[in-house]
């Protein structure tokens, strides 16, 4: 799963997105709950939008019930999935512009904070979901990154707590923003979910900053 993530810088935004970044201010780096762009199906086109990261924001857990994290949708399941399954049929789906991805390794024995991201060093986007809320002063949008299984993904495997299962993002090619963000049915949907080819990619350890949460 992926709950940390550094968004493009604003001046590429345009470029490898084909829509100018949204109004208003973000953190380089995104955890839960902060708020970052996203990319949805505007008419024929494309908007941006900021929103939040979690499929459910934190302030919209009723008192007394357990806080859950819901910045991941298991793709295998998503349909059935309280928090998801409503976006999902509705086909509510969104590009998140991505810089890189961190993940834990623990093949030194402890964690190390790892950065994924494409060898070629440009910006891509990750396949997610979004819902709106009611909030103060209007709607604000939330969402969420749906992963796959990645147990015998050549690089993917390599995170996470020893034992635990691997999973790993979905990346969404340049050539299928338009058909990805368009897509008609939850079959056509799932007709672009897959394991990103680890020939494009690379990854190298990057501690955490002092400075970040």
């Known amino acids: ?40 199906r505007d008419g024929e086109g494309r908007r941006s939008d900021l929103a939040s990261f979690g499929m459910v924001p934190r302030e919209k857990i009723p008192p007394g019930v357990k806080v859950f994290d819901t910045m991941n949708a298991r793709a295998e399941t998503v349909g059935e999935k309280r928090s998801f399954s409503s976006a999902w049929k509705k086909q509510q789906l969104c590009l998140i512009p991505t810089q890189v991805f961190f993940e834990p390794d623990y093949e030194t024995g402890k964690a190390v904070r790892w950065a994924i991201g494409m060898a070629s060093g440009e910006p891509f986007a990750i396949a997610g979901l979004w819902r709106e809320w009611e909030g103060e002063g209007g709607p604000r949008f939330s969402f969420t990154m749906l992963t796959l299984n990645a147990d015998h993904h050549p690089l993917m495997k390599r995170f996470h707590k ?22 008609r049915s939850t079959d056509e949907a799932r007709s672009f979910i897959s394991l990103p080819d680890v020939a494009i990619m690379n990854a190298d350890a990057q501690p955490k900053p002092a400075t970040q949460n």
């Open 162 to 183: 020893p034992g635990s299962e691997k999973r790993s993002v979905v990346i969404i090619k340049p050539a299928d923003y338009d058909d990805w963000l368009g897509a």
């Open 1 to 40: 799963m992926c709950t940390n993530y550094r968004v493009p810088d604003r001046q590429l935004f345009s470029e490898y997105y084909g829509v100018p970044p949204p109004i208003g201010e973000w953190r380089d780096e995104v955890y839960k709950d902060y708020f970052a762009p996203i990319i949805r």
